[in-house]
C-alpha cells in the first residue's frame, strides 16, 4: 500500500475542504439534491483528519500491458 507524503496529503486535504465549502454554498442556496452528497464529503472529511483512509485498488487495476501509450490494448 502506497501512503501520501505530507505535502499530499495537505493538498488532497485543502482541495476536500474547497469542494466541501462550495456544495454546502450549493446546498444552503436551496440545491438540495447535493445534501447526501454533502453529508459524504463531510464524512471523507473526518475520515482524512484522523488518517484512517485506505483506498484499495480495483481488481486488475494495477495490470499493465506491452502497448504504448495511444495504442489500442
Known amino acids: 500500500m502506497q501512503c501520501l507524503n505530507f505535502l499530499q496529503h495537505l493538498l488532497l486535504m485543502e482541495a476536500l475542504n474547497e469542494l466541501t465549502s462550495s456544495v454546502r454554498n450549493r446546498v444552503a442556496a436551496g440545491e438540495t439534491l447535493l445534501q447526501e452528497t454533502l453529508q459524504e464529503l463531510e464524512t471523507i472529511e473526518k475520515l482524512l483528519d484522523t488518517g484512517t483512509v485506505h483506498i484499495k485498488p480495483l481488481p486488475g487495476a ?9 495504442e489500442a490494448a
Open 62 to 70: 494495477t495490470r499493465t500491458t506491452n502497448k504504448q501509450i495511444g
